[in-house]
């Protein structure tokens, strides 16, 4: 589903596949970064699909989502909010309670002004770095979740670009190096746990 123009709330409810595309008409005359694009509440309960929004979303944006991957280039409050799958990428400014209740899936948060902790509810999740992985050829980033960090990030930022000519995304893509360090990574501590003991367990039945 593309659409140029705007969306109201509840983009998104139950994807479960497919993509949704959604940036300003051609005749817009709005900067699509500091303009709100599609609604509250998006992708409510998602399983699956990816979502790129040239534009703000309003509050609640990926609230409960499961599996749906989406970037977006800025949110309101309660973003992520009882997340527990998925990938959400904002290249932009975060309202208050971010991550409230997320138990799963990870965000990549833009973090120019150094201020996201403070708009962060860190009850349930810790904030790392986004580092480069040395050897990226013919690797999956989306198989391991603890790390290829730098690789997954770069390629749903060369998406969003492919399909809304975001002038965010190029800037970013542009300068990698330097905007890939002011990204911040949000991970739920019990999804990293979760997580690292499937790996060990894979592990341990590999040997055998």
């Avoid at 201020?115 to 962060?120: L, R």
């Avoid at 979740?145 to 000519?165: S, V």
Wanted: glycine share 10%.
């Amino acid at each position: 589903l593309e659409l140029a123009g705007e969306a109201n709330d509840y983009v998104g409810k139950g994807l479960s596949g497919g993509k949704i595309i959604v940036y300003p008409h051609e005749k817009s005359k709005i900067v699509p970064e500091e303009n709100i694009i599609v609604g509250n509440t998006l992708l409510y309960g998602a399983t699956g699909g990816n979502c790129y929004f040239r534009g703000v979303a309003g509050e609640r944006f990926a609230v409960r989502n499961s599996g749906a991957h989406a970037v977006v280039e800025g949110v309101g409050d309660h973003c992520c909010e009882y997340m527990t799958g998925g990938i959400v990428v904002v290249l932009g400014s975060v309202g208050r309670n971010f991550a409230a209740g997320m138990s799963g899936g990870i965000a990549y948060v833009l973090d120019e002004n150094e201020d996201f902790a403070k708009h962060c509810n860190m009850a349930q999740v810790e904030l790392e770095k986004v580092e480069e992985h040395a050897d990226s050829d013919h690797i999956d980033p989306y198989e391991d979740l603890l790390q290829y960090d730098a690789l997954r990030l770069k390629d749903l930022i060369k998406n969003h670009y492919e399909y809304t000519q975001s002038t965010v995304a190029k800037k970013i893509l542009d300068d990698w190096n330097t905007y890939r360090a002011k990204f911040v990574k949000v991970m739920p501590t019990d999804y990293r746990r979760a997580l690292t003991q499937l790996q060990k367990e894979a592990a341990e039945k590999g040997e055998q």
